[in-house]
T-cell receptor, first 111, second 114 residues
Framework: EDQVTQSPEALRLQEGESSSLNCSYT??????LFWYRQDPGKGPEFLFT???AGEEKEKERLKATLTKKESFLHITAPKPEDSATYLC????????????FGGGTRVLVKP | GAGVSQTPSNKVTEKGKYVELRCDPI?????LYWYRQSLGQGPEFLIY????????DSGLPNDRFFAVRPEGSVSTLKIQRTERGDSAVYLC????????????FGPGTRLLVL
């Protein structure tokens, strides 16, 4: 069974204090790993897709990396507007097109 | 362009009642997905459609849940004899096609069963 575990569950940062979120996964053949951002009361907003180990993608203060067992979302010099829940999901080769999500990491950036 | 839309945004019902939740995908997207998200957890897969047919309904929790997409665009998730445990946010997503297509989510319908 495909599994995704995110850590930590919650993260409190001062503005400008860089940090990393972890997403560990077990999947029978990875088709893709996805990062989403979710604000309270809203649906998940797509950030990145990573397809193979060693791949990296960046967007503003966010950088996502991928190994064969985990992915990291690095937040560099965060701002209060980066406060959100960050969700990681995997898509398995043998599981069709469905996404299996982790529980998310709630990030709060204080000014 | 317009994103995925879902109606209603909120639904309050009583235990035992029937509810319908609607999803309007991004224009041109052939694949449509339903997920359920409980408070403090990540979304859980329910069902997805390619065109009009359900390609995978393995996530539907029991036979009280049913979804249709009769014309390959709008989809309706139907829940019969609602239970308090059905209270959650129901999310819809769509993608351009199957395979590596990115799934784009709507704002969700918040269902509360009293």
């Amino acid at each position: 069974e495909d599994q995704v575990t995110q850590s930590p569950e919650a993260l409190r940062l001062q503005e400008g204090e860089s940090s990393s979120l972890n997403c560990s996964y077990t999947v029978s053949g990875l088709r893709g790993l996805f990062w989403y951002r979710q604000d309270p009361g809203k649906g998940p907003e797509f950030l990145f897709t990573l397809y193979s180990a060693g791949e990296e993608k960046e967007k503003e203060r966010l950088k996502a990396t991928l190994t064969k067992k985990e992915s990291f979302l690095h937040i560099t010099a965060p701002k209060p507007e980066d406060s959100a829940t960050y969700l990681c999901a995997v898509q398995a080769e043998a599981a069709g097109n469905k996404l299996t999500f982790g529980g998310g990491t709630r990030v709060l950036v204080k000014p | 362009g317009a994103g995925v839309s879902q109606t209603p945004s909120n639904k309050v019902t009583e235990k035992g009642k029937y509810v319908e939740l609607r999803c309007d995908p991004i224009s041109g997207h052939t694949a449509l997905y339903w997920y359920r998200q409980s408070l403090g957890q990540g979304p859980e897969f329910l069902i997805y459609f390619q065109g009009t047919g359900a390609a995978d309904d393995s996530g539907l929790p029991n036979d009280r849940f049913f979804a249709v997409r009769p014309e390959g665009s709008v989809s309706t998730l139907k829940i019969q004899r609602t239970e308090r445990g059905d209270s959650a946010v129901y999310l819809c997503a769509s993608s351009l096609n199957l395979g590596k297509g990115t799934q784009y989510f709507g704002p969700g319908t918040r269902l509360l069963v009293l």
